[in-house]
């Protein structure tokens, strides 16, 4: 097997869920902050965490990860859900689509991940 049929999967299987996330924020973003939509937002953090690590792709890893951090908190009832929780996640879905465009494009637009999981720990 070589490394390029690998990345293909990563890519399309990465791109599937970025869609599936941005569903998800829009029905949470309408109100709908039931345990259901929280886990599936969780779920597709953990999917996309679970894919960029065993591939190497650290940046998307440690948002992700960060996401869950936050995600666990939500889906526990320790926090509730504000517009600014879904404007953080909604920047994150941003920047986990141009970090997945880089890796299709070999390009290394710049992305301030780090900007963005302090502001996921600041919300928790």
């Known amino acids: 097997m070589n490394n390029e049929k690998y ?3 990563f890519v399309d299987e990465s791109k599937e869920n970025l869609l599936a996330l941005n569903e998800y924020l829009l029905e949470l973003e309408k109100g709908a902050g039931d ?3 929280l886990n599936d937002i969780f779920r ?3 999917t996309l965490k ?3 690590a065993t591939m190497g792709f650290s940046s998307i890893a440690d948002l992700t990860h960060e996401m869950e951090n936050l995600l666990d908190f939500l889906r526990n009832a320790q926090l509730a ?6 404007d953080v996640l909604f920047l994150c879905l941003d920047a986990l689509e141009i970090l997945v465009e880089n890796v299709v494009s070999n390009n ?3 992305v301030d991940t780090i900007n963005l999981m302090y ?3 600041k919300l928790i």
């Not at 859900?81 to 879904?86: H, L, M, R």
């Open 50 to 52: 679970g894919m960029s």
């Open 81 to 86: 859900v504000t517009v600014e929780t879904i």
């Open 35 to 37: 345990l259901k939509i």
């Open 119 to 121: 502001r996921l720990k």
């Open 44 to 46: 597709v953090a953990h």
């Open 7 to 9: 990345i293909n999967l």
């Open 108 to 110: 290394n637009k710049e």
